[in-house]
């Protein structure tokens, strides 16, 4: 079992910045990698960016070269630094987890006005 709590979601004016965390608990060992997804109204929830135990990161074509995913591994946890962020980046943003099973943050909602 692992749990997931994320923080850092808020309105910001489009071209601002936004910087959410993730911090996991749990069977810390059972994970390969840890990720953000965002999901808008309406829409399917769709990967964002990844990292992985080796540190590599992977990132959706949307959001490459304006957010970049960082682990800090002695503390279980994962950011996503936002910039530069547009009103499309609008939606609620999920920590996730990979491995043999996904597990899911409660998410937290990210409002970019313009």
């Known amino acids: 079992q692992v749990q997931l709590v994320e923080s850092g979601g808020g309105l910001v004016q489009a071209g601002g910045s936004l910087r959410l965390s993730c911090a996991a608990s749990g069977s810390i060992s059972s994970i390969n990698a840890m990720g953000w997804s965002r999901q808008a109204p309406g829409k399917e929830r769709e990967f964002v960016a990844i990292?992985?135990?080796?540190?590599?990161?992977s990132y959706a074509d949307s959001v490459k070269g304006r957010f970049t995913i960082s682990a800090d591994n002695a503390k279980n946890t994962v950011s996503l630094q936002m910039n530069y962020l547009k009103p499309e980046d609008t939606a609620v943003y999920y920590c996730?987890?990979?491995?043999?099973?996904?597990?899911w943050g409660q998410g937290t909602e990210v409002t970019v006005s313009s």
């Open positions: 990292i992985t135990r080796g540190g590599s990161t």
């Open positions: 996730r987890t990979l491995g043999i099973r996904s597990y």
